[in-house]
């Protein structure tokens, strides 16, 4: 369906009216430089992608793009806040919080082409400040259980 629904907006040319049309109500919305808005479409948990829609200060979509990629992975870095890098990638698939070790993990599930089900781990101290990150097949996905 996203496909879809991408195909029927252009960069330049398509309003937040459109975009909502194509994707609905946004998770969030997060300001973005020049009075842009940047509209979150989490695809979690179920599904392996998330969609950062940039509307700009003209009320017109300047940029629609998936997130969950190797590239914006590797921008994670330790100290970062979790604020900055819920902006960065969209809301996890789970959040599991690990009190005796005082850390909280998020995952993301993503598709590792051309087509395995990963997951990306972000471990936050308890001042949710990035400490390490990681990345492994997905337990749930069909290909990757034990029989």
Sequence with gaps: CDPQRIDALEEGVATEADVRKQFGEPEKIW???GGARTFEYSRQPAGHRNYMITI??????????????PEN???????????DVRKMLGKPMKVTPYDL?????????????PNTSMLFSVVFN???RVLRTGSMPDPQAPENKVQ
């Design 31 to 33: 300001d973005a430089p």
């Design 56 to 69: 700009g200060a003209d009320g017109r979509m300047s940029a629609l793009r998936q997130v969950l990629t």
């Design 73 to 83: 992975f590797a921008k994670v870095q330790p100290g970062m806040m979790m604020e």
């Design 101 to 113: 070790k005082r850390e909280v993990v998020y995952d993301w599930r993503y598709l590792e082409p």
């Design 126 to 128: 308890t001042d949710y």
